[in-house]
C-alpha cells in the first residue's frame, strides 16, 4: 500500500548558481546557433551543438562539439559576457566584462553524425541511446510536484525583485529547498524552508537577509502552508557574501535534479543544457513530459510515470514505458500503444510537434525546464496541454 503521510524535500538553485551559469551560457550557444543559422537560411536540422562550459574564478571555458553557421569565436566569447551580464555579476570575482572566456568548440564526430543524419531511405536518428522519463501529478496547477515547484516559484520571485531594483541587497546566487508534510498523499504544509542567498554588502546577517526575503517566501507558498510549526533555515552558514563561480566552480549539467522533478520522479541521467534536439536525453525528455501531462489532464490518471529509450543511429524509441500508479482510469498497455499513433516518437518527430528548432534554450536554463506556462515564441511546448481532446476521444 502506498504511503499516505510523510514528508518531501526538494531543492531550487537560483540563475546565478555556479553550475546554472555554465547552463545558461550553453544553451546560449545552442540558441546562437539557431538564430545565426535562420539569419544565413541554412537548414536547422543539420544543426548540431553539444556544448559545456565550466567556469572558475574570472573564468570560462566552452568546449564541445558543434556543426552549422560559421559563427567566430568572438561571437561566442560576446554571447557568454552577455549571459553572465543579464544573470547579474559584476563582481570583483566573477564580472562579465573582465572574466576571461576561452573558447575549444569543436567540430562533430562523422561518426555520430553518420548515424544521426537522415540519408536517402534513412529517416534521422537518435543522438544517443539512453532512457528518459516523463511525469505529471495533480499536486500542482502546472501538474509537477509540490516541493520542486514552490522551491522554484521562491527564487524566481527573488530574481524577479532584485532584476527589478527592488532588492539591491540581494547577489545572483541562491539555493532553496522546502519539505512538504503529505497527509491523506496531498500536500498539505511546508514544514521546512531553507534558503541560502547571496548579499551584496558583507555585513548582513542572516537574520537581515531572512527579513528580506520573507514577504516574496510567503507571497511563493500557499498562505495556508506556512505555520508556527514552520521551520526555517536561511543562510545557516551565517554569510553568504561570496557566491557564484568565484566561491565554487560550475559545470553544465549538474543540476538534473533541479531541472526536472525534484527527486519524487525518475531520472534517465542525461543533462538537458547545451544540446541542441538531435540529443534525445533532451528532447525526448521533452516528450516524455508532454505525454505524461497531457494524460494526468486528460483526467485517465492522477499520476503519470513515462519512460522512453532509444539507441543511437536508431529512429524509433526501443520501448514505451507507462505507470499510472496503480490508480490509472485505462489500462497502461493501451496507452503504451496509443500514444506512438497520436505523437510520432522519432527524434525528427519529436522535434516537429514541439517546434524545437528554434532559439528557445536559454530561457530554460533556471528554474526548471517543466512546469513553465508556454510562451509565445514556442518555448516550453512541452507544456502544451494540447493531447487531452484526442486521449478523451480515444479512451472514451
Not at 559545456?52 to 570560462?60: H, S
Not at 561571437?75 to 576561452?102: C, L, M, N, P
Request: hydrophobic share 40%.
Amino acid at each position: 500500500m502506498t504511503r499516505q503521510n510523510y514528508f518531501f524535500t526538494s531543492e531550487s538553485v537560483s540563475e546565478g548558481h555556479p553550475d546554472k551559469v555554465c547552463d545558461r551560457i550553453s544553451d546560449e550557444i545552442v540558441d546562437l546557433f539557431f538564430r545565426e543559422g535562420a539569419r544565413v537560411g541554412l537548414d536547422p536540422y543539420q544543426i548540431r551543438v553539444a556544448a559545456e562550459t565550466l567556469a572558475t574564478t574570472n573564468r570560462v571555458v566552452i568546449a564541445g562539439e558543434v556543426r552549422g553557421p560559421a559563427i567566430s569565436s568572438e561571437h561566442i566569447i560576446e554571447t557568454a559576457r552577455q549571459a553572465i551580464k543579464s544573470i547579474g555579476y559584476e563582481q570583483a570575482g566573477f564580472h562579465w566584462e573582465r572574466a576571461k572566456v576561452e573558447v575549444l568548440l569543436h567540430a562533430q564526430s562523422a561518426d555520430i553524425a553518420q548515424g544521426v543524419d537522415a540519408a536517402g531511405n534513412k529517416d534521422e536518428g537518435a543522438g544517443d541511446q539512453g532512457i528518459m522519463f516523463g511525469y505529471a501529478c495533480r499536486e500542482t496547477p502546472d501538474l509537477l510536484p509540490a516541493p520542486i515547484y514552490y522551491s522554484h516559484k521562491i527564487l524566481e520571485k527573488l530574481a524577479q525583485a532584485r532584476h527589478s531594483g527592488r532588492e539591491k541587497a540581494l547577489g545572483p546566487d541562491a539555493k532553496s529547498q522546502v519539505t512538504v508534510r503529505y497527509e491523506g498523499g496531498k500536500p498539505v504544509a511546508a514544514a521546512q524552508i531553507v534558503l541560502s542567498h547571496q548579499h551584496v554588502q558583507e555585513d548582513l546577517t542572516a537574520e537581515d537577509v531572512r527579513a528580506i526575503a520573507e514577504p516574496y517566501i510567503l507571497e511563493a507558498l500557499p498562505r495556508e502552508w506556512v505555520t508556527k510549526d514552520t521551520v526555517w533555515h536561511v543562510n545557516p552558514t551565517g554569510k553568504f557574501h561570496i557566491g557564484g563561480p568565484d566561491g565554487d566552480a560550475g559545470l553544465t549539467g549538474r543540476k538534473i535534479i533541479v531541472d526536472t522533478y525534484g527527486g519524487a520522479a525518475p531520472h534517465g541521467g542525461g543533462a538537458f543544457s547545451g544540446k541542441d534536439p538531435t540529443k534525445v536525453d533532451r528532447s525526448a525528455a521533452y516528450a516524455a513530459r508532454y505525454l505524461a501531462k497531457n494524460i494526468v489532464a486528460a483526467g485517465l490518471a492522477d499520476r503519470c510515470t513515462l519512460q522512453l529509450s532509444y539507441a543511437i543511429g536508431v529512429t524509433e524509441p526501443l520501448s514505451i514505458y507507462v505507470d499510472l500508479h496503480g490508480a490509472g482510469k485505462v489500462a497502461e498497455d493501451a496507452l503504451e500503444a496509443v500514444l506512438p499513433q497520436i505523437m510520432r516518437l522519432s527524434p525528427r518527430g519529436i522535434r516537429e510537434h514541439l517546434q524545437l528548432n528554434r532559439p528557445i534554450y536559454a530561457r530554460t536554463s533556471a528554474y526548471g525546464h517543466f512546469g513553465r506556462a508556454p510562451d509565445g515564441d514556442g518555448g516550453f511546448s512541452w507544456e502544451k496541454t494540447d493531447l487531452v481532446d484526442q486521449l478523451k476521444a480515444h479512451f472514451a
